[in-house]
Each structure stands twice: as structure tokens, then as C-alpha cells.
């Protein structure tokens, strides 16, 4: 690390700034409590550690990120998940700082590691460009058109939309509806032969339909080679659970740590049970109160 440079306090008579070398500082390292010199220490097997906000829980997690390593395990065969860029940035960054330089274990959202996933698996005859992912407001306009297509006596006789819905066919709110109950079937691992059995036992031909739209949706993605964020974990998720994948997941970690777990849906708990499962060491730091995404499938 080079050394840093301290600017120093300007007095009056000084007539400029005095630029001095000196060491760099390094960061003090936390003093843990009793609760979180447990997580720290903790050996093998999955772990559940519930703490209230503003109480330490990425702390300790990097904490306990770093004795591992200490304890000679290969950062490489440890795995950081977190959901958002900024989180895993600043993870990354802390463990850095608390191994002095040395290497630190991949840190990563749950999104880019399916990504990775996928994209190593990727079919090379369906892809032959890498794959791409679909941003929000792509996603609204494919959804729209779609649906669009739908309007009117002219309109694709694929989906069959109740009478009572037609009207809303090409309105931003319906297509907001349609975008949700996509996202939430992936989530729940349901693809639109499941949404045609529970429409046919709850008597709901709008959830009959809205399977027949996610068939088409999905071709129309794969057409164009691209994934929207539920599918990609989805994709990953089918991928893990082959016996191939899954048996490879299996000895590739050691441990598998989860920022933020609150925030998981039902899909990434699957991706969590394939890298960790089946008593495999998965340490999760979360609290329930905290909960903000329950309205896209956390759990």
C-alpha cells in the first residue's frame, strides 16, 4: 500500500501547505460483545443471526469472514451474498481493509452470482450472444406490446383474457398487474402449466390467462436472448438444482455468508439450499422487522 499523504494544519504564518509523508492508518479493528464473538467463532453448520438495526450485523459478519481465513481457509471457497451493488462494493471493501491487502472471498449480489451462473451454463446453440439482462422499463414496454397485441377482435388468439379484463388491456396499471404476477410465478418457481391447474381449481380464468401469457412472454425473451431479473434467478436456480450443478455447487464452498437475509425470496432461498444446504456451513445475518420487499416476494 503506498504510503498516504497527510495535508497539515496551515497556520498563519505558514505560507502554503506542508505536504508530509507518513504511515498509512489502518482501520482499528471492532471489539466484538459476547453475541457476536459466538457468530465470529463459529465452526460448521448453518447459522441464523437475528439482530436489530445499527447492532453490528455487517460487522460481525466481516469479522467473521476474516477469522476463517486467519484459520486458514482459501477465501476463494468462501461466498458473500448481498443485494445490492453498493452493499457488496462496501463488503468487498471492509474485508479487504481487514486482511490487510490479502485476497478477500467473492462478494457479490444474488443477481450478478445468477448471472455467472447462467452464463456459464448458458445453451450455446440458444445464445450465441452473451445474455442480457432486461431493465425495468424494457421490461414495461415488452409487457405493454404484448399485451397491446392483445386488444381488440384482431388481437392474438394465444391468451385468452375474460371479457371483463379487455378493456384494460393497454393501460399502464393492467401491465403493471401482468409484471407483478410474472415475477412472483418465477419466484415461486411456477411456470404456466401450474398457473392453468390453480386457475382450473380456483375457477380464475384471469390467472388461466395470465399463464398463457407467460408462455408467450418467455419465448418472446428467449427470441430476443434476453432474461428479465426473476427469470435470470429462476434460470439459476433450475440450473443448481441439476445434478451436475448441483454437485459441483456442493464442494466449492466452504461457507456461504448472506447479507440482508430479510430481503430473500423463496427462489433465492433454493439458490442458498443448492450452495449450502443439506447442513453445509451457511451463516445468514438478518432481521425480520426490517423487511421492506415483501410487496416483490421476501419472505
Do not use: N
Not at 482501520?27 to 447459522?47: F, I, K, N, T, Y
Request: aromatic share 6%; charged share 25%.
Amino acid at each position: 500500500m503506498p504510503p498516504a499523504i497527510h495535508v497539515s494544519t496551515l497556520s498563519v504564518s505558514s505560507p502554503a501547505y506542508r505536504l508530509v509523508r507518513t504511515a498509512p492508518v489502518r482501520p482499528v479493528p471492532p471489539v466484538p460483545d459476547a453475541a457476536q464473538r459466538a457468530v465470529v467463532h463459529h465452526g460448521e453448520g448453518p447459522l441464523l443471526v437475528l439482530a436489530g438495526p445499527g447492532t453490528g450485523k455487517t460487522t460481525t459478519l466481516v469479522e467473521a469472514v476474516t477469522e476463517r481465513i486467519r484459520r486458514g481457509t482459501d477465501p476463494e471457497r468462501i461466498l458473500v451474498l448481498t443485494f445490492s451493488r453498493k452493499a457488496a462494493v462496501e463488503l468487498r471493501d471492509r474485508m479487504a481493509a481487514r486482511l490487510d491487502g490479502a485476497p478477500a472471498p467473492q462478494a457479490s449480489t444474488f443477481h450478478s452470482y445468477c448471472y455467472a451462473l447462467v452464463r456459464a451454463h448458458q445453451d450455446a446453440e440458444m445464445f450465441v450472444e452473451p445474455l442480457r439482462l432486461l431493465s425495468g422499463p424494457e421490461q414495461d414496454v415488452v409487457v405493454r406490446e404484448l399485451l397491446a397485441g392483445h386488444d381488440g377482435d384482431g388481437g392474438r388468439a394465444r391468451v385468452s383474457w375474460p371479457a371483463e379484463l379487455r378493456a384494460c388491456l393497454t393501460t399502464r396499471g393492467f401491465a403493471d398487474e401482468v409484471r407483478a404476477v410474472l415475477a412472483r410465478s418465477r419466484e415461486l418457481g411456477l411456470g404456466a402449466a401450474a398457473l392453468d391447474r390453480f386457475a382450473a381449481a380456483a375457477g380464475r380464468p384471469d390467472w388461466a390467462a395470465a399463464g398463457e401469457f407467460l408462455a408467450e412472454y418467455l419465448d418472446v425473451l428467449d427470441m430476443q436472448g434476453v432474461l428479465d431479473y426473476a427469470e435470470l434467478v429462476h434460470r439459476a436456480v433450475l440450473l443448481a438444482e441439476t445434478e451436475r450443478v448441483a454437485a459441483d455447487l456442493a464442494g466449492r464452498y466452504d461457507a456461504v455468508f448472506v447479507d440482508e437475509y430479510q430481503d430473500t425470496d423463496v427462489a433465492q432461498v433454493r439458490l442458498l439450499r443448492a450452495l449450502a444446504g443439506g447442513g453445509r456451513t451457511l451463516l445468514a445475518f438478518g432481521d425480520p422487522d426490517q423487511s421492506i420487499y415483501a410487496f416483490r416476494g421476501a419472505d
